[in-house]
């Protein structure tokens, strides 16, 4: 689908709802190579002659297959996916990318959220993309393209043989030949290839097939060569003596950070994010990825990001090659740093990469007014680094130092439909209101669900005997049932 | 008179001498009311240490009347703020409302207690900060002395708000820690009013521990929106000399 998923993109294409073919030479033959779904869901399929399918349907689209072009554009989404994913990311030619997950998808949350944020981005971006994540590149190859339904799919780990069995050949990375030899032999799925003694198929077949059986079921390695395309800084160190001491490992990372400081000066850039691979003796990669919130080339600050994350590094038997790329770069002019006239402001951008690469990027935010009356939509995060908003919020009513993160039922005794409630019984305790303002009222939002066109809060702030200051509120206006259920709830704590 | 004076000044720069402080011309935070500031040991709270600040024991478990007190001594601090929770139910506008604006606050969200403390560390080595302020539940004698050195060296002055989860822990609060001072902050109930209404709020400041200092307990009324502490009417209208004796006992 990606040759048809990428002419649709193009801006210059009329989104036109005519069935899309590309037609490419076979021979002396002029075939189909893709088809959008309209098209096979008018019996038009891959491979078959291009003056056929004309004959069948009158009004086809048919565009000229371009191979290299399509690559190229494979190659482009492989680096978006690169400068936002993980730090190893390979072209999976003709329609595929391989990314490998390890170390990175507890950055966006755990596997199922990274791919549901995948499916969600590429499908916005007009692709269509099938997903999953497995134990190896060629079940997770065969997964993504041949199991059943559209939705994005995750291989229980060391299940891969399980997972693999009912997949069709087709699915195994083989030449067209060798899977129309096996189909004639009675081979349907991997699963009874798995079951057959390996003799007589590499016989038969030549050591590809076992190999690519081995490489799906992870008992061959398959290292995936990270893409770096032209243009793009690294720097890169081997050893002749693997190395596994952390202060040894501290050293070459500042080496390697300061050559790649010089490179990036070269070119008047800073780096946005940093990709440090270390290649173990042991054919495994460790990757260490650090972001920053604006671009940077100063080599102490880089050095102190990198170097804490040196424990999450597992040296194995030794660290042979270290390379470090500055996958996402940005043009970075030198700034006056300070001046006699004016003191500068703290800067804080290094204290801020410092706390995000400590506890994520999402975890160290500022936060910001948004016009809203409802108090949980009024306050929303921003990044830490955003220019000021300048203003605040409307003081003039009081708000709470805390506010529950959901609003929790009370029980209450209090006269309908204006008076603040008697007593309050949260948690467990019981308090007795000593003094209360309100109410004040606070209308729903409905321009933003249809449930709330007639949604009423009206808000009490209570204070008990003891001085401790409560905000509660009863949904409803007290009086018509439409606006509300007239059940009372805590939502803030007054300090 | 002023021998015993010099003498005590004199006795005072040894004791800052030992402790290593002398690099520092000691700088202090005046909280603007007179008869609180007139109690503390330099006449305000110390700036580049480390201070506790828990809530009395109803407050033990959400910490709302001492956030507002740690905000108020932050807002009144130049520069930007670091607050560093576990969980995210601070409630901005209820912190402008106690003279901290949103501009001024970057909040961190630490997922446990170790790396809470770590990200307290980096603000206060950091140095240009204005204040760093930690919600922070156990605090070791260790950590409170790692963290009242870094704020020793970069000058920032460091809060350590302590909140439980499970208010039977907050007997953690009488272990000794390196904090410079300890205050525990529990509301009162307000001055009623004329009309059916809530007056502006009133709290126990208690001084539980204080380096060089007495402890000592009083009654204030709450932030306002610039972060100052106010004298309740009541007790500002009587001398004070008195109201050191009667009021606050």
Known sequence: ?495 | MSDARLTLAALRDRIAHLEGAEGHARKTLAFGVPALDRRLPQGGLALGCLHEVSGGPEGAGDGAVAACFAAGIAARLPGPVLWCVTQGDLFAPGLEQAGLPPDRVIYVEAGDDISLLACMEEGLRHGGLGAVVAEVARLSMTASRRLHLAAKTSGTTGLALRRWRDPAQAEDFGQPTAAMTRWRISALPSVPLPVPGVGRARWRVELVRARAGEPFEMILEGCDDTGHLGLPADVADRPAAAAGRHAFG
């Open chain 1, 1 to 495: 689908m990606w040759p048809i998923d990428r002419l649709q993109r193009r801006a210059d294409t009329p989104s036109a709802d005519a069935p899309l073919i590309l037609a490419g030479r076979v021979g002396n033959r002029r075939v189909i190579t893709a088809a959008c779904d309209a098209a096979r869901g008018l019996g038009l399929h891959v491979g078959m002659p291009v003056a056929k399918a004309q004959a069948l349907v009158p009004d086809l689209r048919i565009e000229p297959a371009d191979p290299r072009a399509d690559l190229d554009a494979l190659e482009r989404l492989a680096l978006w996916l690169l400068q936002r994913i993980a730090p190893i990311v390979a072209v999976d030619p003709p329609d595929g990318v391989v990314i490998d997950v390890t170390g990175a998808d507890h950055l966006h949350g755990g596997e199922a959220a990274l791919l549901e944020m995948l499916l969600g981005r590429l499908t916005l971006t007009g692709i269509t993309p099938r997903l999953a994540i497995a134990d190896t590149w060629g079940a997770a190859h065969a997964l993504a393209r041949h199991h059943r339904g559209d939705a994005p799919c995750i291989a229980p780990p060391g299940a891969t043989a399980a997972v693999l069995a009912p997949l069709p050949l087709a699915a195994m990375r083989l030449a067209p030949a060798t899977v129309a030899g096996l189909l004639d032999l009675g081979f349907a799925t991997i699963g009874d290839l798995i079951a057959t003694p390996r003799g007589p198929l590499t016989r038969r077949f030549g050591a590809e097939l076992c190999r690519r059986l081995d490489q799906a079921l992870g008992d061959a390695p398959e290292p995936i060569a990270p893409l770096r395309p032209q243009g793009l800084i690294e720097v890169r160190r081997s050893f002749a003596e693997p190395i596994g001491a952390a202060e040894t490992i501290a050293r070459y990372i500042a080496r390697l950070v300061t050559e790649l400081c010089a490179a990036l000066e070269a070119r008047g850039q800073g780096a946005r994010r940093l990709d440090l691979l270390c290649w173990r003796v042991d054919n495994r990669v460790q990757t260490v990825r650090v972001g920053l919130a604006t671009a940077q080339r100063d080599p102490a600050r880089l050095t102190r990001l990198l170097t804490d994350k040196i424990p999450t590094i597992d040296p194995g038997f030794g660290i042979e090659i270290m390379t470090l790329t500055a996958t996402l770069a940005e043009p970075l002019v030198p700034r006056q740093a300070s001046s006699l006239l004016e003191q500068a402001p703290p800067d804080i951008a290094g204290l801020v990469d410092l706390l995000a690469n400590r506890v994520g990027a999402r975890a160290v935010y500022r936060l910001s007014p948004v016009a809203s009356d409802v108090p949980e939509r009024s306050v929303t995060r921003v990044a830490a680094l955003s220019p000021d908003q300048g203003g605040g919020w409307p003081g003039h009513w009081p708000r709470p130092a805390r506010l529950l993160p959901r609003p929790e039922p009370i029980e209450t005794m209090a006269l309908l439909p204006d008076h603040p409630p008697k007593w309050i019984a949260w948690r467990g305790t019981r308090h007795a209101v000593a003094r209360a303002d309100g109410p004040e009222r606070i209308f729903g939002e409905w321009w933003k669900r249809d449930a709330e066109a007639r949604a009423v809060r009206d808000y009490f702030r209570i204070e008990n005997e003891a001085g401790q200051r409560f905000w509660i509120f009863r949904a409803g206006d007290g009086e018509d049932r439409s606006t509300g259920s007239h059940r009372w709830f805590m939502h803030g704590i007054f300090g």
